[in-house]
């Protein structure tokens, strides 16, 4: 029942019994007095209990002390707990057996033009083989383009580089200026050797700086003067026995090859062939030679008539540069003609 209910009652209760009751009362108060003394006092005595009343009513302070977890009565059933979620396991990696293969971007094969290179372009005077009698003076004149990136000066000139310089002056200056895609013809006064046979003299350019250079993809490559100086025009040898190398032609195989760096450190192999044909019986002695004048090679071959035969040489050719570079093997005939021969027998290896 509500508090201020009860209260009410009380009062309403008091109040009767006080009014119903014969009671006497002293002299200094009324009845009426009485009545109202005792229903006021009546009134003080609910109203403190009210207060008291509200005052026990407070409700308790909340307990903030984290609960502890209830323990579990034996034989009772374990309340279900929920499940914790799946962890999620990552798929598996695949883990390579081996390096990753990568594919080489091929390089570039443009071979930059160098500053100082030349042309040969022509013998104007005294072709390869050319008689000239013994001790005769003659003037030897070549063609020679400028191919190169820089001009040539009055600082550059035509030097003697190996072989048989046949009293030619070493260093003659050039007449002018040549710039890169012009022509100039270059000339040396020489004196045939009195001795028999073919003489080669090597000659070179040279630049301001004294560095040397000629024709090629290199720019490294010597040109040269080859005579015959014997007995006769005919064969430019000695000899009266009528048996001569006529002509020999020069093939390489391959003539052109593109490979990689490591294989040109390695070494290339060249096959050179050489058609060798003579006018009769009897034996010819060869080398195989650069066009700087490096023996490779020597051997002889047989002949029982007039004929042509073949030789062979393997040639090992090795660079250590990325580009692309020009050779050339060349054959000298020692016997019966002192002649050398260079028809063909040029190839281009090209390093990647």
């Given at each position: 029942m509500p508090q201020r209910l009860k209260i009410t009652h009380l009062l309403l209760l008091t109040i009767f019994l006080l009014s119903s009751c014969n009671l006497p009362f002293g002299n200094s108060l009324s009845e009426a007095d009485a009545v109202r003394t005792s229903a006021a006092q009546t009134v003080e005595v609910l109203r403190t209990q009210a207060a008291g009343a509200s005052v026990a009513n407070t409700l308790p302070p909340i307990n903030t002390e984290t609960p502890k977890p209830a323990t579990p009565i034996p034989g009772a059933a374990v309340p279900a707990t929920k499940p914790p979620l799946p962890s999620m396991t990552p798929p598996n990696t695949v883990v390579p057996t081996k390096d990753a293969t990568f594919t080489k971007v091929p390089t570039s094969t443009f071979v930059p033009i160098p500053c100082d290179r030349a042309d040969f372009v022509a013998d104007v005077t005294v072709p390869d083989n050319s008689y000239?009698?013994?001790?005769?003076?003659?003037?030897?004149?070549w063609a020679l383009k400028n191919s190169g990136s820089c001009t040539w000066t009055t600082g550059y000139s035509l030097v003697f580089a190996s072989g048989e310089?046949?009293?030619?002056?070493?260093?003659?200056?050039?007449?002018?200026?040549?710039?890169?895609?012009?022509?100039?013809?270059?000339?040396v006064n020489l004196t045939s050797p009195t001795t028999p046979g073919?003489?080669?003299?090597?000659?070179?350019?040279?630049?301001?700086?004294?560095?040397?250079?000629?024709?090629?993809?290199?720019?490294?490559?010597?040109?040269?003067?080859?005579?015959?100086?014997?007995?006769?025009?005919?064969?430019?040898?000695?000899?009266?026995?009528?048996?001569?190398?006529?002509s020999v032609s020069i093939s390489v195989s391959p003539t052109s090859l593109t490979t990689t760096l490591a294989n040109c450190q390695a070494g290339v192999n060249y096959v050179f062939t050489g058609n060798i044909t003579a006018t009769g019986?009897?034996?010819?002695?060869?080398?195989?030679?650069?066009?700087?004048?490096?023996?490779?090679?020597?051997?002889?071959?047989?002949?029982?008539?007039?004929?042509?035969?073949?030789?062979?040489?393997?040639?090992?050719?090795?660079?250590?540069?990325?580009?692309?570079?020009?050779?050339?093997?060349?054959?000298?005939?020692?016997?019966?003609?002192?002649?050398l021969f260079s028809n063909g027998g040029t190839f281009i290896l090209t390093c990647n």
């Amino acid at each position: 029942m509500p508090q201020r209910l009860k209260i009410t009652h009380l009062l309403l209760l008091t109040i009767f019994l006080l009014s119903s009751c014969n009671l006497p009362f002293g002299n200094s108060l009324s009845e009426a007095d009485a009545v109202r003394t005792s229903a006021a006092q009546t009134v003080e005595v609910l109203r403190t209990q009210a207060a008291g009343a509200s005052v026990a009513n407070t409700l308790p302070p909340i307990n903030t002390e984290t609960p502890k977890p209830a323990t579990p009565i034996p034989g009772a059933a374990v309340p279900a707990t929920k499940p914790p979620l799946p962890s999620m396991t990552p798929p598996n990696t695949v883990v390579p057996t081996k390096d990753a293969t990568f594919t080489k971007v091929p390089t570039s094969t443009f071979v930059p033009i160098p500053c100082d290179r030349a042309d040969f372009v022509a013998d104007v005077t005294v072709p390869d083989n050319s008689y000239v009698a013994p001790g005769a003076t003659f003037t030897k004149t070549w063609a020679l383009k400028n191919s190169g990136s820089c001009t040539w000066t009055t600082g550059y000139s035509l030097v003697f580089a190996s072989g048989e310089q046949m009293g030619g002056q070493a260093v003659t200056s050039l007449p002018g200026n040549v710039l890169p895609g012009q022509t100039i013809n270059l000339s040396v006064n020489l004196t045939s050797p009195t001795t028999p046979g073919t003489h080669t003299g090597y000659w070179r350019l040279q630049n301001a700086n004294g560095g040397a250079f000629g024709w090629g993809i290199n720019g490294d490559q010597a040109f040269w003067v080859m005579i015959n100086s014997g007995s006769t025009a005919a064969t430019g040898t000695s000899g009266t026995s009528g048996f001569v190398v006529t002509s020999v032609s020069i093939s390489v195989s391959p003539t052109s090859l593109t490979t990689t760096l490591a294989n040109c450190q390695a070494g290339v192999n060249y096959v050179f062939t050489g058609n060798i044909t003579a006018t009769g019986t009897g034996t010819v002695t060869y080398e195989w030679r650069k066009t700087d004048g490096t023996v490779m090679a020597s051997d002889a071959i047989e002949f029982t008539g007039a004929a042509t035969k073949s030789v062979t040489y393997n040639y090992t050719f090795i660079s250590n540069t990325i580009g692309s570079n020009a050779s050339q093997l060349q054959l000298y005939i020692n016997n019966p003609n002192h002649q050398l021969f260079s028809n063909g027998g040029t190839f281009i290896l090209t390093c990647n």
